[in-house]
C-alpha cells in the first residue's frame, strides 16, 4: 500500500527575490510548511544576466535606521553589506540571494522546472522536473526574464532582445536601439562608452522629464547622468518617433521610423522593448487586465483561481507597476499572512516586515508622490 505524499501549505515556483523573499516571509509563519522551486539555480534569472549588465537601484545598508537596503529581500540583510558594492551585476546578487537561502535554510529544491500545474482536490499539483508536489497555494515567482518582448513590426526577428549576452558585445559602426526606458538607455550608453555612434528611437520619448516622481515611469538619477556623458560625446542620438519596420540593406540593417526617416544599423539593432508577465505554465491560473498584465485581487491573488498568488515584477493594481524589488518586496509579508490566516497558523511575527517598512497592505499609500 502506497502512501499520499505529503501536502504543502505553500508552494513558491521561482528562487530569484521575488521567490526567496516571499519563502523567507512564509518561514516566518510559526509551522507553516512550504518549499521552493528553481528551474535552475538559486538566482538563476541573475547569472543569466550580462556579465556588463547592473542594478539600476543603489544598495546601501541603512537598516539599522528604518532605511532598509532597497534592493534587499529581507529586513535583516543587505546585498551593500554582504557585497560590498553598491549596484550588484547579476552574479554578485545571485550570491547575495544564496548566503540568504543558506542563511535562513531556505528549503529550495533546484534543477527543478516547472512543467505543468493542475489543480486538484488537495489544492494544487505540481508538476516538475525532479517529480510532483502537493501544496494548497501556491506562490508564482518566475519573473519576467525568461519572456522579452519584441517589436510588433516587420522584420521584428533581425532585432537582439536587449537581455541577451549578444547585445552587449562590442559593436562599432552605427547602431539602432529600438526603445528609450531603461533598459534602451543602459545600452545605448554602453556602446558609446565602447566607441558605437548611437540612435535610441522611441515615441514616448522617455528621457523627456516626465510628470510625477514614481521611478517606473521616469529614467533613473544614475540613467540621466549616464545619458548626459553620453551626449556629450556626439555620438548619441535620441529620436521622437517609433520603428515601423528593419530589413537587411547591404552587410548591415535599415530601420524605418512612423516620421519617414530610415536610419542605418551596422550591426542588429537592439529591440530595448521590455519583458512579458513570464507567467509560464500558471498562465492559465491568471486572467488579463486589459492591457495584457495578470488580473489581481488587492492580496495579489488570482481573480479566477483562488489560492494562486503573484509575486514579483509583474504585480500591477490599478496604475501602479511594482517593478523594483524595493516595491514587490512590500507584498511579500503580506502574501504570507493571507496564507498563514488561511492555515489557521499564527502570523504575529511578519509585523516585524511592517516595522522594517516592508509590509504594505494599503495600496493606496503607494501612489504618494514628492513635493520636490
Known amino acids: 500500500m502506497t502512501s499520499s505524499p505529503p501536502v504543502l501549505d505553500a508552494l513558491v515556483i521561482g528562487a530569484g527575490p521575488a521567490g526567496i523573499g516571499s519563502a523567507l516571509a512564509l518561514a516566518a509563519v510559526d509551522g507553516l510548511t512550504f518549499g521552493v522551486l528553481e528551474r535552475g539555480r538559486i538566482g538563476q534569472t541573475f547569472l543569466d544576466w550580462p556579465a556588463r549588465q547592473s542594478f539600476l537601484t543603489p544598495s546601501f545598508t541603512g537598516n539599522g535606521f528604518g532605511a532598509t537596503d532597497l534592493n534587499a529581500i529581507h529586513p535583516e540583510t543587505s546585498p551593500a553589506f554582504s557585497l560590498g558594492t553598491d549596484y550588484p551585476t547579476g552574479s554578485q546578487y545571485a550570491k547575495y540571494l544564496r548566503s540568504v537561502v ?198 495579489d491573488q488570482s481573480t479566477v483561481v483562488p489560492g494562486v498568488f503573484l509575486s514579483g515584477p509583474a504585480i500591477r493594481h490599478g496604475g501602479l507597476k511594482f517593478c523594483f524589488v524595493y516595491k514587490f518586496r512590500q507584498r511579500f509579508a503580506h502574501i504570507a499572512g493571507v496564507i498563514g490566516e488561511r492555515a489557521g497558523k499564527d502570523t504575529g511575527a511578519l509585523e516585524a516586515w511592517r516595522d522594517a517598512g516592508m509590509l504594505t497592505d494599503d495600496l493606496s499609500c503607494c501612489g504618494v508622490e514628492c513635493a520636490c
Do not use: N
Open 102 to 299: 543558506k542563511h535562513f535554510r531556505i528549503p529550495v529544491m533546484d534543477e527543478a522546472e516547472v512543467e505543468v500545474v493542475q489543480q486538484h482536490v488537495d489544492g494544487f499539483e505540481v508538476f516538475s522536473a525532479r517529480g510532483p508536489v502537493l501544496a494548497r497555494s501556491l506562490v508564482w515567482a518566475g519573473g519576467e526574464f525568461a519572456h522579452p518582448l519584441s517589436p510588433r513590426i516587420p522584420g521584428a526577428a533581425l532585432t537582439v532582445h536587449s537581455s541577451s549576452t549578444e547585445a552587449w558585445e562590442e559593436r562599432p559602426g552605427e547602431l539602432v536601439v529600438i526603445g528609450g526606458y531603461e533598459s534602451g538607455i543602459d545600452i545605448a550608453c554602453h556602446h558609446v562608452a565602447a566607441g558605437a555612434t548611437v540612435t535610441v528611437v522611441d515615441d514616448d520619448h522617455p528621457w523627456d522629464a516626465q510628470t510625477g516622481s514614481d521611478p517606473s515611469f521616469r529614467l533613473a538619477p544614475r540613467s540621466r547622468m549616464r545619458l548626459s556623458d553620453a551626449m556629450a560625446t556626439g555620438r548619441l542620438r535620441l529620436v521622437d518617433a517609433r520603428a515601423v519596420r528593419v530589413k537587411p540593406a547591404g552587410e548591415g540593417f535599415t530601420v524605418r521610423l512612423s516620421d519617414g526617416l530610415s536610419l542605418p544599423s551596422t550591426a542588429p539593432p537592439i529591440a530595448a522593448t521590455g519583458f512579458g508577465p513570464g507567467l509560464g505554465p500558471v498562465g492559465h491560473l491568471f486572467a488579463a487586465r486589459p492591457d495584457g498584465w495578470p488580473e489581481l485581487d488587492e492580496d
